[in-house]
Nanobody, 125 residues
């Protein structure tokens, strides 16, 4: 059974940093793409960043230059480093994976097969 375990998150003041991590219990993790999504109250879930099996990346415009996604295939983990956080970044953040040989990042949440439980990120002004 595939499980994604998330760590990190919490509360920080605007301008601060947080790092989210996601550990996947899955065989052949190197064949999976990973996405980080977020969902704020009353809003739809949106992709924040994604990384392909070959480490090509995607960022939504609102986080470009502030967030950085990475992966470590030797440890079956992925991370999202979030810097210069803003109050509008407040949301529940989810990691998700999908098995894909494409270098293109799937942006739709429906394209991902396995999800982490989510972790709250709160940024105060």
């Amino acid at each position: 059974q595939v499980q994604l375990v998330q760590s990190g998150g919490g509360s920080v003041q605007a301008g601060g940093s947080l790092k989210l991590s996601c550990a996947a219990s899955v065989r052949s993790f190197h064949t999976y793409a990973m996405g980080w999504f977020r969902q704020a109250p009353g809003k739809e879930r949106e992709i924040v960043a994604g990384i392909s099996w070959s480490s090509s990346t995607y960022y939504v415009d609102s986080v470009k230059g502030r967030f950085s996604i990475s992966r470590d295939n030797t440890k079956n983990t992925g991370s999202l480093q979030m810097n210069s956080l803003k109050p509008e970044d407040t949301a529940v953040y989810y990691c998700a994976i999908r098995q894909s040989a494409s270098q293109q990042i799937t942006r739709a949440s429906s394209g991902y097969d396995y999800w982490g439980p989510g972790t709250q990120v709160t940024v105060s002004s």
